[in-house]
């Protein structure tokens, strides 16, 4: 049973930073690409940033130059450093893999971005 396990959010004023954390469970972590996603209130999921499993990153264009995606496979958990945070960047942020064409998602971590 794969399990996806958010943490690290929490409530930063504008120009600050968080690091979120994903710990995985129930899969060969380090042979799978994993995602950050992310809901703000009253929009649809919206993705963040991917990393595979030879690292290469990609970015959502409003997130490039401020977050950074990273893993570490030894520790099976995956990484999202949020820097220069801004209003708009207040949602729940989710973690995600696809694990035998099915899809899977942790219970999210809310960030708030709030003076």
């Known amino acids: 049973q794969v399990q996806l396990v958010e943490s690290g959010g929490g409530l930063v004023q504008p120009g600050g930073s968080l690091r979120l954390s994903c710990a995985a469970s129930?899969?060969?972590?380090?042979?799978?690409?994993m995602r950050w996603y992310r809901q703000a209130p009253g929009k649809q999921r919206e993705f963040v940033a991917t990393?595979?499993?030879?690292?290469?990153?990609h970015y959502a264009n409003s997130m490039k130059g401020r977050f950074t995606i990273s893993r570490d496979n030894a520790k099976n958990t995956v990484y999202l450093q949020m820097n220069s945070l801004k209003h708009e960047d207040t949602a729940v942020y989710y973690c995600?893999?696809?694990?035998?064409?099915?899809?899977?998602w942790g219970q999210g971590t809310k960030v708030t971005v709030s003076s």
């Open positions: 990393i595979t499993n030879d690292l290469s990153t």
């Open positions: 129930g899969l060969s972590f380090s042979i799978y690409a």
């Open positions: 995600n893999t696809n694990y035998y064409a099915e899809a899977y």
